[in-house]
Each structure stands twice: as C-alpha cells, then as structure tokens.
C-alpha cells in the first residue's frame, strides 16, 4: 500500500515563529487532508487538497502531486496551534481507506 | 450543524469483554468509516460503510464487526477484546460514498481502555 512520511516528527517552536511541515507520499493519490489533532483526541480539519494551494488565516498548504509531496506552512504560531499535525492520503481507483502518516508533534511555547 | 457525533466518550472494559460504540454522521453525509488509533500512532483504517453495505475493510481480526442503519449511523463492534484493543477510536464521515472524491470529517472519538 501506500506509505505517508511526515517531517520533522517533532518541532519545538517559540510563539510568533514560522514553520513548515512537510508529507511525502509513494503514490499518486486522489485525495489529501491536513488534520490537527488536539490534546483531546479531535481531528480538526485544515485543508482537502490534493493537488493546488490553499490559505486559510495563517496557515496555508501546498500539494505537488507529480512530485508526490505536500507542506503545510504555519505563521506567526500561537501556543494554540500546539498538537499533533497530520497528512492523510486516499490513493488507488476504488479505495476507500484513507492512510494516516505518523504525526508532527509541534509545541509552540510562549 | 452537528458534527460527527461518538458515544460513550470514554469507557473501560476488561479482556473479554465485548463493546459497542456508536457514530452519527454529519446531516446529509451517507458514508461512515471508522479508525482506531494507539497512542503515539496515526489513525488505522477499519471499515467504510455507505448505503448500509460494507466497502471498505482495513486489516482488523474478524473480532471487529460494524454496521449501518437507515438513518446513516453506524455501530463498531468488538468482541473478546485484548489488551492491544486499547485506543481511540474514531469515526469519520462524508458526502460520498468514494472517500477518493471527498473530505472525511471526524468526531471526537472513543476513549477504550482495556484492563
């Protein structure tokens, strides 16, 4: 199947810094998610986009589909965007199941 | 609008046991999948359904069963439950039935500890 690597796997960030967390995936895919998840367990939805660019606020995400990568760009941080970030990836006609990569944990302190 | 909505929030079982755990979808959203998630780990793929029919199913044991209603929702359960069935589970869902053609949104997920 197909493999979803995140970097860094850890972050450590002073408030107001700048960062950008990167997805690299196998396959061509049909779908990509960026998700937070926040110390209570809650995936929280960031952008579905598989291919193109997005901005929301002070976050924004780019995917490079023929080259097989995503980032996630995060400004100005705030100690609330601390959490764990994940890309998630649907590839493969008729597939349903959509693969998770192991997480960055960023910690944004003031 | 409502979310996706999970119950019970939290709950402990013992080796053995069996449980149930139940999702409501978003309004208007047909297709339900559910995930498990281990501590440290990324969500795990166990089952999609759409119309009531099973069309996904990840690499879980057949002690993992699952099912829709008409009214969209969706029950997991597990039986014999073991130590390793200890996670948070989750539930997501969407517009279609095709995960590849739309965006999954979760609820706030199960807490099972197994003792």
């Given at each position: 199947g197909i493999q979803v690597e995140q970097s860094p796997p850890d972050l450590i960030l002073q408030e107001g810094a700048n960062s950008t967390l990167r997805?690299?995936?196998s396959d061509s895919v049909n779908n990509l998610q960026w998700f937070h998840q926040n110390p209570w367990g809650q995936l929280i939805n960031l952008f579905y986009i598989p291919s193109g660019t997005k901005q929301n606020g002070r976050l924004s995400a780019t995917t490079v589909a023929t080259e097989r990568y995503s980032l996630l760009y995060i400004s100005s941080s705030q100690t609330t965007d601390s959490g764990v970030y994940f890309c998630a990836v649907l590839s493969g006609a008729g597939s349903y199941q959509l693969t998770f990569g192991k997480g960055t944990k960023l910690s944004v302190i003031p | 609008d409502a979310g996706v909505t999970q119950s019970p929030t939290h709950l402990i079982?013992?080796?053995g046991?069996?449980?149930?755990?139940?999702?409501s979808p978003i309004s208007g959203h047909k297709s339900v999948?559910?995930?498990q998630q281990v501590l440290g780990q990324g969500p795990q793929f166990i089952f999609q359904y759409y119309e009531k029919e099973e069309?996904?199913?990840?690499?879980f044991p057949d002690r993992f069963s699952a099912?829709?209603?008409p009214n969209y929702s969706s029950e997991l359960?597990?039986?014999a439950l073991l130590l390793g069935d200890s996670a948070l589970y989750l539930c997501a869902s969407s517009l279609l039935h095709r995960a590849n053609t739309g965006e999954l949104f979760f609820g706030e997920g199960s807490r099972l500890t197994v003792l």
């Open positions: 997805c690299n995936f | 079982k013992t080796r046991q069996q449980v149930t755990l139940r999702c999948s559910w995930y069309r996904g199913r990840g690499n099912r829709q209603f359960n597990v039986n």
